[in-house]
């Protein structure tokens, strides 16, 4: 079978021990393990190694970062340069980052044109590319993503909003997308056996930059909101408590363990979003549902299960960017306990029925088995 190079963020092998010895949830593994399984030849490889340490990488290395900083975006050809070596042994390439993914796109229509490897990218905002990028910049680097774009063979989205819009915008052949599902391990997050209703604590958590952080901590509620994010700095006062850490700094992170905990120990989960295309925060609100928690999700245009989600049922969804929103529902939950144990009821009902860990490794094993 055709070997496949996957490219992810990395922290592979201490996160698979930790699986291993069922301290973390088997979501991270991305359905990598279910591909190997079915005769996949598969090396899976880290995207954001450090470069070598001589004069040819240092020059390159400080005219990325030159337009980086000027472009707010990340497109390093470098970083798919320095796996060449491993990329020309290979018959598909696979990224699983967006930063990653453009990057092979790049590289391979304007500095390696002749080479014609499978490549594959996937996405969790492409939609909301040019947000960051300075408006003198904005036209150039639209002709740069289209021509990168048009060189991937296959483009992976994670949400059918965010797919749809670049379909449009980026003149796309529906053909080479595909969606891939999300799913968790409903075995490793699962309820408590407390009653969590007179919990005195809200939990947020989530280092993306679609974050809506600004409107959550405008919020007023009798309860104390905990966030856990690198986005802010630490406090800890009646109000709120925010602590750091991520996945990708796990050593000084909480544990899966203790998020868990925080999930199933909370009276809700708090989910605030910027009205992004970008299917943010579907990890956080998935394992949260699984724990059987009431998940309070910001209502955006991205929103990766629209006709899943239901208001009051299984979930309370919010309008973009309204504090009075919030409040709202977190007054709706402490004073309706039948309705707070009915949405924590159907939370997990939803997590097993439409996100478990078999529905997402079908979709991966469905889109690679496309790769001919």
Known sequence: MAKFLIFDKGGRKERENLIKNKKAPRDFLQGLDVLKKNGYDIDHLSSSIPYKKDLFYFLVKLIEQFF????NCGIRPLSVFQFMHLIKKAKYVVSLTDGFSISLGFYFSFINKKNDIKLAGAFHKLSDYQRKIPRFLKYLYYKIFLISLKRLDYIIFYGEADRLYAIDHFNLKKDKTHILKFGVDTLFWEQNKKNNFLSNYLFSIGQDPSRDYKTLLSVKTEKLIHIHTNLLPKRDDKYFKITNGSYQNYKNSFTDLSI??????????????????????YSV???????????ILTLTKGLWAPKIFKHLENCLLVKPKDKKDIEQAIKFLENNELAYKKVCLN???TALKYFSLDQANNSTLELFSKFN
């Open 347 to 349: 939370a997990r009902k």
């Open 68 to 71: 980086s900083r000027i472009s």
């Open 260 to 281: 868990k905990k925080l999930y199933q120990e909370s009276f809700a989960v708090i989910v605030p979003l910027k009205n992004v295309f970008q299917p943010s925060g």
């Open 285 to 295: 609100t998935l394992q949260a549902m699984a724990c059987g928690k009431p998940v």
